[in-house]
């Protein structure tokens, strides 16, 4: 039903305010409207569903992608393309357009309930092609090594922050550390530490930027 009624241009702007479960995210240029919900069969069984919802300004007519679940091999996600085939799941909640080689893609960040000890936040960047999409690429840089996207896991027992400060122009996000020196790798062991990273989008990738000073009330 909700697929049959994403298919009507109407429906792009349609708040669906009757369905507080289903998030619902614009692209700054209101081209782009994200979809994603989760089902959880147990506290370490999550099951995601969602739809693209893209819409061509020059006549309202929209087209819509359906995005089926495979769970990914944790060791690979950071370096894997996936398509709406084979999405890897996710609840996003920021999205942010940019342009690479004259394309329009967007800058995604998402949340994943993950496993009964941790969470997991990540950036990633889609681009759409003949209403086929498709997740990751090499533009995120942090010195001599690039990803694909960037996944973030740490303790379910905090909150971790990440977000698009338009402000700043910047990706603004907690840097995670462990509890103790002993748990280094143990990622149900890891929080915020208090300090922040960023990623800032110049030349056609996302910089990495360590320990930056913001300080921006009332945005956590």
Not at 5 to 17: A, G, R
Not at 50 to 67: A, E, M, T
Not at 126 to 137: E, H, I, M, T
Not at 170 to 185: C, E, T
């Amino acid at each position: 039903i909700l697929q049959e009624t994403l298919i009507q241009p109407k429906s792009f702007f349609h708040p669906f305010d009757s369905l507080p479960s289903l998030g619902k995210v614009f692209s700054d240029d209101k081209k782009l409207k994200v979809y994603t919900w989760s089902y959880s069969r147990s506290p370490s069984d999550h099951e995601y569903h969602g739809f693209l919802q893209v819409r061509n300004p020059d006549d309202d007519s929209v087209s819509v992608i359906y995005l089926n679940h495979v769970p990914a091999d944790t060791e690979s996600f950071e370096n894997t393309v996936f398509t709406s085939n084979n999405w890897y799941g996710a609840l996003y909640y920021q999205v942010v357009s940019v342009n690479i080689g004259g394309e329009k893609f967007y800058t995604l960040i998402g949340f994943d309930f993950n496993s009964i000890f941790t969470n997991v936040k990540m950036i990633d960047i889609l681009r759409v092609v003949d209403n086929k999409a498709f997740f990751g690429g090499p533009y995120f840089s942090k010195g001599n090594d690039t990803k694909k996207r960037l996944r973030f896991e740490y303790s379910s027992q905090v909150v971790m922050f990440v977000r698009y400060i338009p402000e700043l122009e910047k990706i603004v996000y907690d840097h995670l550390s462990p509890s103790s020196s002993r748990f280094r790798g143990q990622f149900r062991f890891y929080g915020p530490d208090m300090s922040h990273d960023a990623l800032k989008f110049e030349n056609e990738m996302w910089f990495h930027i360590s320990d930056i000073d913001w300080k921006t009330p009332g945005t956590r």
